[in-house]
């Protein structure tokens, strides 16, 4: 879909109310939703009638300057669903729960998020479902958004469940094992934890007017790692295998055993220089995984080896400054990677590695960091 804002010239800035998103309860937990005085005050400093609207419209395109007294809107006609949620705390990392993704209009989409709030105990890992989501109700271009115009029965529907956690969250990721949903958190003290969802995902079901918050231990915690870190990735292919990655370049990889437990390499996998940013397994081959970081390289990883001899190929500076993110193509042998040199580049596995190997493709849009990318689930163009 192309997303496209609109700009309109003003004599005074003029702020637009987002889009809301009804909460299934009535008292908010405190430590869970902090205040944003902010954004109440926004709300009621709509300085400019629409009766005064005395510019013209126009399109904006990305590296576009706007001029004194222009702004930004949104032009909803553009999507076919658009909706968004606050949490509360501001949250670092998500990940979408698939087999709670309801794909069929209305749709429903559950989640799971770490917060990163500025009161430690007030940071939680939380499971939430945005449900009830319909497309978009085609508007005329002088026509007000206005959520009072929405019947009830169409209005979406928040819901939320969270876990107590012991300082700020860096990375969660989501998995089922068995019929276990779980959820692995980088803490920010070091701590990698697996954490059982059962419990707060059975509550998303139940109508309350409260939020509900609880308060247990981890299935299991691991502080081998020297420093914190924000590489983290479940293996899709083996069961219940997790790799975690710090900014002191060192990865272990836990593998499920008897009781409910991991093994976790006590001897880290290493062979990057600097911070590990990210991880991921490949989707076809269960030993294998990919890694980037902060010393511009990409690595291939066989598991099976020696922690110290596992590195099986290296692209060295395969960027111009820190790579922060990848990804692997599941159908073709590609893997996308992207750097704080805000370039996103596409690798070919099968001439990989070597001073001489080059990306078959690189896209230089951005004017940033990338900080986030991932192949389409179902098109591997």
Excluded at 95 to 117: F, H, M, N, R, W
Excluded at 171 to 176: A, E, G, S, T
Aim: aromatic share 8%.
């Amino acid at each position: 879909i192309c997303l496209i804002h609109f700009y309109k010239r003003y004599n005074n800035m003029r702020g637009t109310k987002e889009p809301d998103m009804d909460v299934d309860h009535e008292g908010d937990d405190q430590e869970m939703r902090e205040d944003d005085n902010n954004s109440e005050n926004n709300d009621d400093e709509d300085v400019a009638d629409d009766s005064s609207d005395d510019g013209e419209d126009g399109v904006y395109v990305p590296g576009d300057q706007l001029e004194d007294g222009q702004t930004l809107e949104v032009d909803e006609n553009a999507y076919i669903l658009y909706q968004q949620c606050s949490l509360g705390p501001p949250c670092l990392s998500f990940d979408i729960i698939e087999d709670q993704v309801k794909c069929d209009y209305p749709l429903s989409v559950t989640c799971v998020a770490g917060t990163q709030a500025a009161k430690v105990t007030a940071n939680n890992i939380i499971l939430f479902r945005m449900s009830n989501l319909n497309c978009v109700r085609p508007r005329d271009e002088d026509e007000d958004s206005d959520d009072d115009d929405i019947p009830d029965s169409e209005k979406p529907v928040l819901r939320m469940a969270g876990i107590k956690h012991a300082g700020c969250v860096n990375r969660i990721k989501y998995n089922r094992i068995g019929p276990t949903p779980v959820a692995a958190a980088w803490a920010e003290n070091g701590t990698v934890a697996v954490w059982n969802l059962s419990n707060v995902m059975a509550r998303l079901d139940q109508p309350s007017k409260e939020v509900y918050r609880e308060e247990t231990a981890p299935l299991q915690a691991f502080t081998g790692h020297p420093t914190e870190g924000f590489a983290l990735d479940w293996c899709q292919t083996d069961p219940g295998v997790l790799a975690s990655g710090d900014c002191s370049k060192n990865i272990h990889v836990w593998k499920p055993s008897d009781g409910g437990v991991w093994n976790i390499s006590s001897q880290p996998y290493v062979s990057h220089t600097k911070s590990v940013e990210d991880i991921r397994w490949s989707p076809n081959e269960k030993n294998v995984m990919a890694t980037c970081s902060v010393d511009k390289s990409l690595k291939i990883w066989d598991v099976r080896a020696a922690p110290d001899k596992a590195c099986m190929l290296t692209k060295d500076n395969a960027h111009l400054s820190d790579i922060n993110v990848i990804d692997w193509n599941r159908s073709e042998p590609f893997i996308l990677s992207g750097g704080d040199d805000g370039v996103v580049k596409v690798w070919d596995l099968r001439s990989f590695g070597g001073n001489n190997s080059e990306p078959v493709a690189a896209f230089s849009h951005h004017t940033g960091a990338i900080t986030g990318l991932e192949w389409h689930r179902d098109d591997s163009t």
